[in-house]
C-alpha cells in the first residue's frame, strides 16, 4: 500500500479542511464557515487529481450538496446513498479519508467509489447507476420496522441516474410504501456525455417559476411555524398545491403525480440555501424529493466548459488546465477506437446497420459513427435492458443493430438478452466493451463475468479476438449471414498493431479458431488479447526447451470442436487462458467436452479465481491472479515437470 501523501504546509493550505476527521468536526463549524470548506474541498481536489487522476468534474459539482449533508445530518447514524459515486470524492474527504486520498484508485489504497468495506459513512455499494433509490428506500423500511430512533435517510441521484429503469421501479415503491426517504436529485444536465431523453427535457423546464417555487416555500416555513401543516394533513395539503402548480405550470409535477413531495428547483451550490432547506424538511414523515441545480466541473473553469472531456481526464496541469498524454503510441489505437471506425465503415456500405448504446458514446467511441451518420445512431440513456429490447425490435424489422455497452453494465440486460433475442435468434451484435480486468475502476465494473454467465444461452455466439484485425473480422461476421446474437468482447485501453487500418477485414468461420504455434508438449489454449502474453510466455518457454502448442480459440460458442480434438488425441496436458471468471468459462467449457467425448488429459485452467477483484492498474491486478505471463510461463514450467497446479 502506498503511503499518505502528507504534506507539512497542507494545514496551512488547506486550515479548515485539515481539521475535519469526521464530520463531527465538520458540525462544530459556524454556518459561515461553509463556503471556505467548499472551496478549500475543491482546491484540494484539483490538486490532487491532476497529480493521481480519478473522476473529476462530477465530484466538483456536488461539493455543496456533500458538505450540506454532512452539516445537516447525523451521519453515520443518518444514512446518506449514493448513487455511481463518481460524486463522492469531496464525502471521502470528510469522513476522515482525507490523508489517504493520494491512494485513490490505487492497489491497496482508496476505492474510487463508495465501499462499505472501507467505511462506516460509505452505506451501500455504488458503481453501477440508478440504485440508490431502491437501496435507500430498503433503509428507510427496516429503520421502521426495527423501531429505531428517527434515522434519516437520503439517497442522493444524479438527473442521468433517475432515468435508469431502476430509479422508476424505487420511486414507484417509495410513493406506497410507508417511508421517509429523502431523494436529493443533483440535476447538473450532464451524464458522462449529454442527457438524452424525454426525463432530461422534463427536468430542464419543471421550474414552473422562480416566484411560485419561492413563495410556495415561504408559505409552507411559515405555516409549519404556526402549527398549522402537520402529518394528518399533508395528504390535503399536497394534493391543494399539486392542483395549484398543475394549473399556474400548465403541466403536472411527475414526482408529485406520485404524491411524493416536491421541493425546488433550487440553486445547488448556494450553501447556506441547501442547508436551510435541509434542516426545514429533514424531519417530515413521507418521501421527499430535493431537486438541486448543480454544475458538473464547478470551479474550475476547463471541467465547466467540457464537463464530459473532464469526467476522468486524467493527469493535467493544475494551474493551466492543460491535459498531460499518456504518451501511447503513434497509431496504435484502444480497442474501443477500432471498433467506431469500423462500424461506421461497415455502416456506409451496409444501410441495415445501426448502432445503439446506453449514454455511452464517447466511452465506446459509438460517437464516430454518430457524428457521421447520426439518424442511425441511438443513444437510451442509462438503460441496458431497453436497449437490448430496443435492438431486439429493430433486428425483428430487418435492421443489423450493434449495441456498444460496458461487459459489467450488461450484467442488468441478461433477461432481454434471452427473452427477446436469443429465444428469436435474433440477429443482435453485442460488442461488450471494457471486458475482463478493467484496472482502477475496480469491483463493480471488471467485465469478469460475462463469459460465464452468458454461455449457457442456447443458440448465442461468444467470442473474443486476440487483435484489432480479428475484432474488425468478426463485426463483419456477425452481418454476413443470419447467426442470431453475436457477441464481441473486447478490453479497455489500446491494442498492439499500429497498422490494423491497413489490414482488410475477412468473414471468418464461426466457432474456428486457429493454431499460431506448434509445439510438443503441452497445449494452451486462450481467449481474446490475453492471448499475447501467452505467445510471449510460449516463446520464453521455448528457449527453456519447454515445446509449446499455441491456441487462439476466438470462440468459446461455439467452441472449435476440430481443435479439441486434435489436443485431445495428442494426449498433451492442456493449460487453458482467458480474462474471465475460471469457473463458468473458457476452462470449464474445455474441461466439460474433454469429459463428455471420454478424454482425461491434465487440464489447468488460468483465469479470474472465485473473488471479486479489487482496484488497481491491470499489469497489478493480472499479477494478483496469477494471470500476467510470468504466471503463464510459472504454469507452463510447472505443467511440463508434471507439478500440479490449479485446474
Not at 497542507?10 to 469526521?22: M, N, Q, T, V
Not at 420496522?145 to 421501479?169: C, T, W
Not at 434471452?418 to 478493467?438: E, K, W, Y
Amino acid at each position: 500500500m502506498e503511503k499518505p501523501d502528507t504534506r507539512p504546509e497542507e494545514g496551512e493550505k488547506y486550515p479548515l479542511l485539515k481539521a475535519i476527521d469526521s464530520p463531527a468536526d465538520l458540525r462544530r463549524l459556524p454556518q459561515s464557515a461553509l463556503p471556505a470548506v467548499c472551496s478549500e474541498i475543491r482546491e484540494f481536489l484539483i490538486n490532487s487529481l491532476s497529480k493521481n487522476p480519478g473522476h473529476f468534474a462530477s465530484s466538483m459539482g456536488a461539493v455543496e450538496i456533500t458538505v450540506a449533508l454532512h452539516y445537516v445530518f447525523n451521519t453515520p447514524y443518518d444514512r446518506i446513498v449514493w448513487d455511481v459515486g463518481h460524486q463522492a470524492y469531496g464525502h471521502k474527504l470528510l469522513t476522515g479519508r482525507r490523508d489517504r486520498f493520494s491512494t485513490n484508485r490505487k492497489f491497496g489504497g482508496l476505492s474510487g467509489f463508495p465501499n462499505p468495506d472501507e467505511s462506516e459513512y460509505d452505506t451501500f455499494t455504488a458503481g453501477h447507476a440508478s440504485n440508490s433509490i431502491s437501496a435507500a428506500l430498503g433503509m428507510a423500511v427496516a429503520s421502521k420496522l426495527r423501531k429505531e430512533p428517527r434515522r434519516n435517510i437520503v439517497a442522493v441521484i444524479g438527473d442521468a441516474s433517475i432515468s435508469g429503469g431502476l430509479a422508476f421501479e424505487g420511486l414507484n415503491n417509495a410513493a406506497i410504501t410507508p417511508n421517509n426517504l429523502l431523494i436529493i436529485l443533483n440535476d447538473n444536465d450532464m451524464s458522462i456525455d449529454r442527457n438524452v431523453g424525454a426525463l432530461n427535457s422534463y427536468l430542464t423546464h419543471i421550474n414552473t417559476t422562480k416566484a411560485y417555487n419561492t413563495f410556495r416555500y415561504k408559505l409552507y416555513r411559515l405555516l409549519r411555524r404556526m402549527h398549522l401543516v402537520g402529518e394528518q394533513s399533508k395528504g390535503f395539503i399536497l394534493r391543494f398545491n399539486n392542483s395549484v402548480k398543475s394549473l399556474l405550470g400548465k403541466q403536472q409535477n411527475i414526482f408529485e403525480g406520485l404524491n411524493i413531495r416536491y421541493f425546488g428547483p433550487f440553486d445547488g451550490h448556494d450553501i447556506d440555501r441547501v442547508v436551510r432547506v435541509l434542516n426545514d424538511i429533514k424531519d417530515m414523515d413521507g418521501p421527499r424529493i430535493l431537486h438541486l441545480r448543480t454544475i458538473k466541473g464547478k470551479g474550475y473553469r476547463p471541467a465547466e466548459q467540457d464537463p464530459a472531456k473532464w469526467h476522468a481526464p486524467g493527469l493535467f496541469d493544475a494551474a493551466s488546465g492543460k491535459r498531460i498524454s499518456d504518451g501511447g503510441a503513434s497509431g496504435v489505437a484502444k480497442w474501443q477506437d477500432v471498433f467506431g471506425e469500423t462500424l461506421l465503415a461497415m455502416a456506409r456500405d451496409d444501410r441495415r446497420i445501426v448502432g445503439i448504446t446506453a449514454a455511452m458514446p464517447s466511452g465506446t467511441s459509438m460517437s464516430i459513427m454518430q457524428a457521421a451518420i447520426p439518424e442511425r445512431v441511438f443513444d437510451v440513456g442509462i438503460s441496458e435492458g431497453h436497449a437490448v429490447t430496443f435492438a431486439g425490435g429493430l433486428a425483428k424489422e430487418g435492421m443489423r443493430p450493434f449495441v456498444a455497452i460496458y461487459s459489467s453494465f450488461t450484467q442488468r440486460a441478461y433477461d432481454q438478452i434471452i427473452h427477446d433475442v436469443a429465444i428469436q435468434r435474433l440477429p443482435v451484435t453485442l460488442c461488450l466493451d471494457r471486458a475482463g480486468i478493467v484496472g482502477e475502476d475496480g469491483v463493480t465494473h471488471h467485465g469478469v463475468f460475462d463469459m460465464c454467465y452468458l454461455r449457457p444461452i442456447p443458440g448465442i455466439i461468444i467470442s473474443s479476438p486476440m487483435d484489432e484485425l480479428t475484432l474488425r473480422s468478426l463485426m463483419l461476421t456477425s452481418v454476413k449471414g443470419n447467426h442470431g446474437p453475436f457477441v464481441i468482447r473486447y478490453p479497455r485501453g489500446k491494442g498492439n498493431d499500429s497498422d490494423w487500418r491497413e489490414k482488410k477485414p475477412q468473414v471468418i468461420p464461426v466457432g474456428k479458431g486457429r493454431k499460431l504455434r506448434s509445439g510438443k508438449y503441452m497445449a494452451v489454449l486462450s481467449i481474446g488479447p490475453i492471448g499475447r502474453w501467452v505467445a510471449s510466455a510460449a516463446i520464453r518457454a521455448e528457449a527453456e526447451g519447454i515445446s509449446v502448442a499455441h491456441y487462439d480459440m476466438i470462440f468459446l460458442k461455439p467452441i472449435d470442436e476440430d481443435i479439441l480434438k486434435e489436443v485431445a488425441g495428442s494426449g498433451s496436458p492442456i493449460i487453458t487462458v482467458e480474462d474471465g471468471m475460471r469457473e463458468g468459462g473458457l476452462g470449464s467449457a474445455v474441461v466439460e467436452w474433454m469429459t463428455a467425448h471420454g478424454y482425461h488429459p491434465e487440464i489447468a485452467r488460468i483465469g479470474i479465481p472465485d473473488c471479486f477483484v479489487a482496484h488497481g492498474k491491470v499489469p497489478e491486478l493480472m499479477k494478483l491472479c496469477a494471470m500476467d505471463e510470468d504466471a503463464i510461463l510459472t504454469a507452463i514450467r510447472e505443467m511440463s515437470t508434471g507439478t500440479s497446479i490449479q485446474s
